[in-house]
C-alpha cells in the first residue's frame, strides 16, 4: 500500500459509546465486583501487537511464488516477466550509418531490429529518393533489396508527393515543416527460428505538414507493422514488411496543438533506439 492510499479515520472519543455502570456488589450474594485497572502503556503493546501481527499476516500472504517449497526464500531469484514487459537490456550500440544495427541472434534481437526498422521505414527519409535507398540498402535483406527498393520507390512517386503537399525532394514548402514519426508500442513474435523470424510491431504514427497554410494538418494514427526477417550478414534483415490499420485506442480530449507548437516539438525532440 502507497502511503497516499491510507485511509484516514476519526476519533470519536466517548461519542456515542454506551457505558454500563456496574452495582458495587454482587446482588446474588458473592463478592464485590471490582473495576480492573486500565493501563495505557499496556494497552498500546496491545494495539501494536497485533499491529506487527497483521503486517506479517499479510507479508506471508504476499510472499507467493517467492518462498521456495521448503519454506525459504532463494536469494537472487526474479519474477518472470510478462511478454510485453521490458528486459532492461541496453539498446546496441552500432549504426549502419544513422540506423541502429548488431542485433542480436534471439527472439529479443529480432523484436529490436523489427521495431527500430519500423520507425526508419515510416521516417520522413523515406520520402527522400537518395535517403531512402540508403535505408533500404542498409535493412533490407541482400535477395530482395532490388524489389524493395523499386516498390517503395513506386509508393512515394512524384505525383505522390505533389498530392500531399511536399517538394520534389521530399522537402516541405517554406515556412512550414513535414512531419512523419512511427512510434513503437510494443512487439510480438509470430515465428522464430535462428535464421527467420517474423515479428509484428504496433505502432503510433505522426503524419502531415505543420504550417499556417497547409491543407494536410499533422495528424495521429495507429497501425501494426508486420516484418518478416532474414539472418544475413551478422544481422536481421528485412526480408518484407506489410502494415495494416489498428488496433486503434479511443481518442483523448487533448486540446490540438497550434501548426507553430508541432513544428518546434518537431525539432526539439529526438528520437530513439529502440531494444526490448
Same mark, same amino acid.
Given at each position: 500500500?502507497?502511503?497516499?492510499?491510507?485511509?484516514?479515520?476519526?476519533?470519536?472519543?466517548?461519542?456515542?459509546?454506551?457505558?454500563?455502570?456496574?452495582?458495587?456488589?454482587?446482588?446474588?450474594?458473592?463478592?464485590?465486583?471490582?473495576?480492573?485497572?486500565?493501563?495505557?502503556?499496556?494497552?498500546?503493546?496491545?494495539?501494536?501487537?497485533?499491529?506487527?501481527?497483521?503486517?506479517?499476516?499479510?507479508?506471508?500472504?504476499?510472499?507467493?511464488?517467492?518462498?521456495?517449497?521448503?519454506?525459504?526464500?532463494?536469494?537472487?531469484?526474479?519474477?518472470?516477466?510478462?511478454?510485453?514487459?521490458?528486459?532492461?537490456?541496453?539498446?546496441?550500440?552500432?549504426?549502419?550509418?544513422?540506423?541502429?544495427?548488431?542485433?542480436?541472434?534471439?527472439?529479443?534481437?529480432?523484436?529490436?531490429?523489427?521495431?527500430?526498422?519500423?520507425?526508419?521505414?515510416?521516417?520522413?527519409?523515406?520520402?527522400?529518393?537518395?535517403?531512402?535507398?540508403?535505408?533500404?540498402?542498409?535493412?533490407?535483406? /541482400?535477395? !530482395?533489396?532490388? @524489389?524493395?527498393? $523499386? +516498390?517503395? *520507390?513506386?509508393?512515394?512517386? &512524384?505525383?505522390?508527393?505533389?498530392?500531399?503537399?511536399?517538394?520534389?525532394?521530399?522537402?516541405?514548402?517554406?515556412?512550414?515543416?513535414?512531419?512523419?514519426?512511427?512510434?513503437?508500442?510494443?512487439?510480438?513474435?509470430?515465428?522464430?527460428?535462428?535464421?527467420?523470424?517474423?515479428?509484428?510491431?504496433?505502432?503510433?504514427?505522426?503524419?502531415?505538414?505543420?504550417?499556417?497554410?497547409?491543407?494536410?494538418?499533422?495528424?495521429?494514427?495507429?497501425?501494426?507493422?508486420?516484418?518478416?526477417?532474414?539472418?544475413?550478414?551478422?544481422?536481421?534483415?528485412?526480408?518484407?514488411?506489410?502494415?495494416?490499420?489498428?488496433?486503434? /485506442?479511443? !481518442?483523448?480530449? @487533448?486540446?490540438? $496543438? +497550434?501548426? *507553430?507548437?508541432?513544428?518546434? &516539438?518537431?525539432?526539439?525532440?529526438?528520437?530513439?533506439?529502440?531494444?526490448?
Amino acid at each position: 500500500m502507497n502511503p497516499g492510499d491510507e485511509q484516514s479515520y476519526p476519533d470519536y472519543g466517548d461519542t456515542g459509546h454506551t457505558r454500563t455502570r456496574l452495582p458495587e456488589g454482587d446482588p446474588y450474594g458473592g463478592a464485590p465486583r471490582r473495576t480492573p485497572r486500565r493501563s495505557s502503556s499496556r494497552s498500546l503493546v496491545t494495539v501494536v501487537g497485533v499491529v506487527v501481527l497483521l503486517i506479517a499476516a499479510i507479508a506471508f500472504a504476499n510472499r507467493g511464488d517467492h518462498a521456495s517449497t521448503g519454506g525459504s526464500t532463494t536469494k537472487g531469484s526474479q519474477p518472470q516477466t510478462s511478454t510485453t514487459a521490458p528486459t532492461g537490456t541496453r539498446p546496441v550500440e552500432t549504426r549502419t550509418g544513422t540506423i541502429p544495427s548488431g542485433f542480436a541472434r534471439t527472439e529479443q534481437g529480432a523484436q529490436s531490429a523489427a521495431a527500430n526498422y519500423a520507425v526508419v521505414l515510416g521516417s520522413d527519409g523515406m520520402f527522400n529518393t537518395a535517403r531512402r535507398h540508403e535505408i533500404v540498402q542498409a535493412i533490407a535483406d /541482400p535477395s !530482395t533489396v532490388s @524489389n524493395q527498393q $523499386s +516498390g517503395f *520507390d513506386a509508393d512515394y512517386s &512524384a505525383a505522390f508527393l505533389q498530392k500531399i503537399g511536399l517538394n520534389n525532394d521530399g522537402s516541405a514548402p517554406k515556412g512550414s515543416t513535414f512531419v512523419n514519426r512511427t512510434v513503437p508500442v510494443g512487439t510480438k513474435v509470430m515465428s522464430f527460428t535462428a535464421n527467420a523470424a517474423t515479428v509484428e510491431v504496433w505502432c503510433n504514427g505522426l503524419f502531415g505538414i505543420a504550417g499556417d497554410s497547409s491543407t494536410n494538418p499533422v495528424t495521429s494514427s495507429w497501425f501494426t507493422v508486420t516484418m518478416k526477417l532474414n539472418w544475413s550478414g551478422e544481422d536481421w534483415k528485412v526480408e518484407e514488411s506489410t502494415q495494416k490499420t489498428g488496433p486503434t /485506442p479511443v !481518442t483523448g480530449d @487533448n486540446p490540438v $496543438s +497550434g501548426a *507553430d507548437e508541432i513544428s518546434k &516539438a518537431v525539432e526539439e525532440f529526438g528520437g530513439f533506439t529502440y531494444a526490448r
